[in-house]
């Protein structure tokens, strides 16, 4: 029976409309900037906005979803009487994932004759929204609630993420790079090509010269990696540079006829870590 609903976090990078046409339930992780102290909720400020405060100068932090929140969430589901499959933000980049856990476990007592599954997707932004969205076709197709975790299960490690950052800033920030190849990169235009691995970590793979060949870079993995080519679900993700992901779906479709499913932004809880001009490729794979 399909007496359950899913549920994940606004790490998805999907946006509340399509999240509510999907039938899926989310809770928000949330960010602040240091110059004025205010929480804001993923969804809760214009991307573009967002975008254009970090090109300024901006410093945000962001903010895992605690026990509390994923309770109160939980509970208004399993009062109705439906069970919950929640996919989660990675525990490799967030704490969030465990918070749902200790939640789910708490909630076990109040409502002993439902269940809460709990699925670590190992992903973030849009491949996280790309394993949502793979697992919602599968509960469409009538799958009950341990089939669409298991399938989620089986499927997260096949989902690809690849992607770039335009200013090494971010990544040195984050102390992903150290400040010196962050300020000799800059001078010689070098465009790290990233990947998010088997453990949910985010992992710097190489190194491109200029924006056009980190670029490209992405669709070679896409060539090198992608299940099915021609018909395979692909979404794409930006920091406020669309030009950039038109022009990656363009290649795309170009190589092998593809046509890109979801482009969208990259919300501030995961841009507040990789900066404008972050683009990102997500799609099914052989391996990670």
């Not at 609903?5 to 509510?20: P, Q, V, Y």
């Not at 076990?108 to 932004?125: F, G, H, M, T, W």
């Not at 992405?218 to 950039?244: P, Q, R, W």
């Amino acid at each position: 029976m399909n007496d359950y609903i899913i549920f994940t976090d606004s790490a998805c990078d999907i946006n509340e409309g399509t999240l509510m046409e999907w039938g899926v339930e989310y809770a928000q992780l949330s960010f602040s900037f240091e110059d004025d102290g205010k929480t804001y909720s993923n969804y809760e400020m214009p991307f573009r906005d967002f975008y254009q405060r970090m090109r300024k100068g901006g410093v945000s932090k962001t903010s895992a979803i605690n026990v509390d929140a994923f309770k109160e969430r939980f509970a208004l589901y399993l009062q109705k009487g439906l069970d919950i499959l929640y996919i989660g933000f990675s525990f490799g980049l967030s704490t969030t994932v465990n918070s749902a856990r200790i939640a789910a476990d708490e909630l076990k007592e109040s409502y002993p004759d439902r269940k809460i599954i709990i699925v670590d997707s190992l992903c973030a932004s849009a491949g996280e929204g790309l394993l949502v969205y793979l697992t919602v076709r599968k509960k469409l197709d009538g799958a009950a609630i341990e089939e669409a975790a298991k399938f989620a299960e089986d499927t997260k490690l096949h989902i690809c993420h690849w992607f770039t950052v335009d200013d090494l800033v971010y990544l040195k920030r984050g102390g992903r790079i150290s400040p010196t190849v962050a300020f000799v990169g800059g001078l010689l235009g070098v465009k790290p090509v990233l990947h998010v691995d088997n453990d949910g970590h985010l992992v710097n793979v190489t190194k491109t010269r200029g924006r056009l060949n980190s670029i490209n870079a992405l669709a070679d993995k896409y060539d090198e990696l992608c299940l099915d080519k021609e018909n395979g679900t692909v979404f794409i993700s930006h920091g406020d540079c669309i030009e950039d992901a038109e022009r990656l779906a363009g290649i795309l479709k170009k190589r092998h006829g593809v046509r890109v499913d979801i482009t969208t932004y990259v919300g501030p809880v995961i841009g507040a870590h990789s900066g404008p001009g972050t683009l990102a490729l997500f799609f099914v794979g052989r391996e990670r």
